[in-house]
């Protein structure tokens, strides 16, 4: 069931919606003495969770702020710097960076979730009837009565995010990406899915996927990106055939103010993690926007319904070179405009939000769970070349 208690799941995937900040005095106020203690290195807590680089530059500058009102501790500060041989990590998301209460402190006699009580709220939340046909969400890994102490989010589950997450001391991992959405023969430890596996079996934590369901959900990848782009008036790009109006894939909204395509495509930019293939455009670069389609993960198979809902402007990922090309031969008065941004760059601005809702709902419950968003950047790419670089 999706009720299990008197608040309802809208309510409760409600608390999962936030809005980016729009000047620095909307950004949370912090107390850095609270969380920053028990925080796992790389990652934030959800009694403390960053406000990432990924909500623009109110979040570095409230992150500059609160440098400024710690205590100087230079052993620390050295410690909380990533060593040299360590793997690349998103930048201003780390368990040092700036804290924000979202969720009262859990009762003094509140007791750690199992790993099933733990599966109930993520239903709550982001209910396995939202996911595609094709997907493959829910447990992966781990025991139903497992005590889960430490949850840690990540998009993707790569051998380097789950050993981080091991070395965390991570009870859950829960990542956007399925390890297992195509057949395996085999989960040998010398291959990268199995070895996953057995690290995960073996230091006891859980794998949890939230994928389709995740980006259909109230509070979901593309409400967050629409939330943070500053679309107003935001409704389902394709509504769930099971679920609340306000779920679906995609979403479609408009801007307060119209922009032009080139200041629209630099907000964009600059709500993003840095990656190294920065973000597309396709259209005039002084052409204007008002009406915004977004779609986090790969968008290119909603083309039919950017044009139903009139968007002047498409935010999504992976677009490919020939659905790409058909849009634009097929467009409307130049519209829509397309922005092609990083996959995990689009997906990661969901994890705190992620992390912040999951972990008011086991507060609701009684529960004591410390909730973290892992810093490790799974982008795939490197570097780009381009013209005159």
């Known amino acids: 069931m999706r009720n299990e208690d008197d608040t309802t799941p809208q309510e409760h995937r409600d608390d999962a919606a936030v809005s980016a900040p729009d000047t620095e005095a909307d950004a949370p106020v912090t107390d850095p003495t609270e969380t920053e203690a028990e925080a796992p290195q790389g990652a934030a807590t959800a009694a403390g969770l960053s406000s990432p680089d990924a909500v623009g530059e109110q979040a ?36 040092h960076d700036a804290a924000a209460a979202v969720a009262p402190a859990p009762r003094d006699d509140a007791s ?19 996911a595609e046909d094709w997907d493959a969400v829910g447990l992966v890994a781990g025991r139903l009565e497992q005590v889960i102490r430490r949850v840690v989010f990540a998009v993707d589950p790569t051998r380097e995010v789950v050993r981080d997450a091991i070395e965390r001391g991570a009870d859950l991992l829960i990542t956007h990406h399925p390890l297992l959405l195509r057949g395996v023969k085999s989960v040998a430890a010398d291959q990268f899915k199995g070895g996953a596996i057995h690290d995960l079996i073996e230091n006891h934590c859980a794998l949890v996927t939230v994928h389709t369901n995740g980006d259909s959900a109230v509070g979901g990848v593309s409400d967050v990106l629409a939330d943070i782009l500053g679309l107003q008036n935001v409704s389902p790009l394709v509504p769930a055939a099971e ?83 058909e849009a634009r031969e097929a467009a409307i008065e130049d519209r829509p405009y397309l922005v092609d941004i990083s996959h995990f760059a689009g997906e990661w601005l969901w994890l705190p939000v992620a992390a912040e809702g999951l972990y008011n709902v086991l507060v609701d419950q009684g529960f004591a769970v410390e909730i973290g968003v892992s810093s490790i950047n799974s982008d795939p790419w490197d570097f780009i070349l381009t013209p005159g670089h």
Do not use: K, M, N
Request: glycine share 12%; aromatic share 4%.
């Open 243 to 325: 679920g609340l109006p306000e779920e679906g894939i995609g979403r479609v909204g408009t801007l307060p103010d119209a922009l032009a395509l080139g200041d629209f495509a630099s907000r964009v930019f600059g709500a993003l993690p840095a990656v190294a293939g920065g973000v597309r455009v396709a259209g005039d670069r002084d052409g204007i926007v008002r009406t915004v389609a977004v779609c986090g993960g790969a968008g290119d198979s909603l083309f039919d319904a950017v044009r139903e809902a009139r968007a002047d402007v498409f935010v999504t990922a992976d677009l490919r070179h020939h659905p790409a090309s």
């Open 112 to 130: 750690a979730p199992t790993l099933g009580d733990v599966l109930v709220a993520i239903e709550e939340l982001w209910p396995a009837s939202l």
């Open 60 to 95: 570095v500058e409230h992150a500059a702020d609160q440098d400024g009102d710690r205590t100087e501790d230079p052993d620390a500060e050295a410690a909380a710097q990533p060593a040299a041989t360590e793997p690349e990590t998103v930048a201003g998301i780390g368990a």
